[in-house]
């Protein structure tokens, strides 16, 4: 068996990919990267003329090494079917000069569904693969939108549970509607008197309670998570960069070979990760433009080769970009050291202790030549949501709009001509109140209300997991105290 996945600290540490899947996090709380990976090259002449779900194939099958190719056939078949509003799974639009590459086309319009509708399936498959007879529980505290995504994800697979926790009063009109609405006989929505960080640390807890642990080894269950560092997320998110490129070339926009730019709202720092995988696999691309908003620890990172998370934290309209710690950087780090530990290491010591570290001279370098970072502040956001709708009609998000934004800067400072490709990371309908707002101005109307007054003035439909959401029945309606949030999951073993 082929175990080609290491831990980021610590390369004694190995694992299959589908041990990877399993473990999410690697026992010594590094990241699971796979060692040498600069040694698979796609050759992309190879990939014109297939469908989304064969570049899946494609890509899946050079990074998950131990998945059959019929395990993958079966996983990416059951994934991206009619669940996707669009045909293509991930189109490109061309809105003047650039292209904008949808991601949210998914179950739960925003770009997390990519990667959620798969991993469900990769999970399964993977115990399977490893013999393990166990029913897998995925316990989630979600802000508002990884929750409801994972939710839809999970729904109805065969051999899983999920249980997703949000801070009461803590998430938009939408949101919470979005989650207590949530259909599926395995899953489970409980709202925490407390905020984001309780729900969080409540999560935390039940995973390492000694107790719960021998009710779950009893019940022949295991916990598992679905947050973004896992490698089952993180493979295929690399997909739809090959497959705008692919898209390109077949337009004729650009010629065999052209490198493009792609523009990436980024927080956590998955989806420009995936877009740096890509680069490494051989898709030719010029720079990754990692755009930010007002929490730009990772603008100053990039110019400066110093990462330092002692800073205010602002709350700004791009919720999914609120993120002052990007977990899947240190990925990133562990490829420009030279797939060095004993940097790893060090770097991510003086993050726990100092939150704050500095890269060497050799990985600054790299760092610079790899990527580009802006970030754009509120009034930008809203400034150019307004005038991209105005001039182009095309009615984008507060997350894109930062992307976009952040183009415009380096093309005023670079007169790079390179094609670019933006990321849309968000259906404009999940962030309604702010869209409209920065069109039309103030409005005192709900949220609901919001969204069929966007429609109505901009001609834009609503998607159907929106659509009729405040008349949807309640399902879920489940609150508790932080103390007492492993009730849920005593619950959720007998049903
Ligand atoms: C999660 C998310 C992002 C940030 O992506 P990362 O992979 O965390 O960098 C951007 N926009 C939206 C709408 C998101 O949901």
Redesign the pocket.
């Known amino acids: 068996m082929l175990r080609n996945y290491v831990s980021t600290r610590d390369e004694n540490i190995k694992a299959t990919a589908s041990e990877a899947v399993l473990n999410g996090i690697a026992p010594d709380g590094g990241l699971y990267v796979m060692k040498d990976i600069d040694k698979i090259k796609v050759n992309v002449n190879e990939l014109k003329g297939m469908s989304y779900h064969e570049i899946a194939f494609y890509i899946l099958n050079c990074m998950l090494t131990d998945f059959s190719e019929s395990t993958l056939t079966e996983c990416i078949n059951k994934a991206y079917d009619e669940k996707f509003s669009a045909k293509e799974i991930t189109p490109l639009v061309k809105v003047g000069e650039d292209f904008i590459l949808e991601l949210?086309h998914g179950k739960t319009s925003?770009?997390?569904d990519v990667a959620l509708s798969i991993l469900p399936y990769l999970i399964t498959e993977s115990l399977s693969m490893n013999n393990i007879d166990e029913e897998i529980i995925i316990l989630t505290a979600t802000s508002g939108?990884?929750g409801k995504a994972a939710l839809e994800g999970f729904k109805d697979v065969k051999g899983t549970k999920i249980i997703v926790y949000y801070p009461e009063g803590g998430v938009s009109q939408v949101q919470k509607a979005q989650m207590v609405t949530q259909e599926g006989n395995n899953t489970y929505v409980c709202a925490v008197k407390g905020n984001f960080d309780d729900a969080q640390t409540g999560v935390k807890k039940i995973f390492t309670d000694e107790n719960i642990k021998k009710l779950l080894d009893d019940n022949k269950k295991r916990f598992s998570s679905a947050n973004?560092i896992n490698v089952g997320r993180l493979v295929p998110?690399i997909v739809y960069y090959f497959y705008s490129y692919m898209n390109l070339i077949e337009q004729r926009e650009i010629k065999e070979g052209e490198k493009v730019n792609f523009v990436?709202?980024?927080?956590?720092?998955?989806?420009?990760?995936a877009g740096y995988y890509a680069k490494i696999l051989g898709l030719p691309i010029n720079k990754l433009i990692c755009a930010a908003n007002n929490n730009n620890v990772l603008y100053d990172f990039i110019r400066s080769g110093i990462y330092d998370a002692n800073r205010d934290f602002y709350k700004t309209t791009?919720p999914?970009?609120d993120?002052l710690i990007?977990s899947?950087l240190e990925r990133f780090l562990y490829y420009i050291s030279g797939q060095d530990n004993k940097i790893i290491s060090s770097l991510m010591k003086d993050l726990s202790e100092k939150k704050k570290y500095e890269v060497n001279d050799s990985m600054k370098e790299k760092l610079k030549d790899i990527f580009y970072s802006q970030f754009a502040n509120e009034d930008e956001v809203n400034a150019t949501i307004k005038k991209v709708y105005n001039e182009k009609k095309y009615l984008m998000?507060t997350?894109t709009a930062v992307a976009y934004k952040v183009l415009e800067n380096y093309k005023q400072d670079t007169k790079d001509n390179t094609k670019n490709i933006i990321l849309s990371?968000?259906s404009p309908y999940?962030f309604a109140v702010d869209v409209y707002e920065a069109i039309f101005g103030k409005s005192n109307l709900n949220e609901f209300e919001i969204m069929h007054k966007l429609s109505e003035e901009t001609g834009v439909k609503i998607p159907n997991n929106l659509e009729g959401l405040d008349k949807k029945t309640v399902i879920h309606n489940f609150v508790c105290e932080v103390a007492s949030m492993d009730d849920i999951v005593k619950l959720s073993f007998d049903s």
Do not use: E, R, W, Y
């Open positions: 949210f925003a770009f997390k939108d990884t973004s998110q990436v709202p980024t927080g956590n720092f998955g989806n420009i990760l791009s999914s970009m993120i990007s899947n998000d997350h990371t968000a999940k």
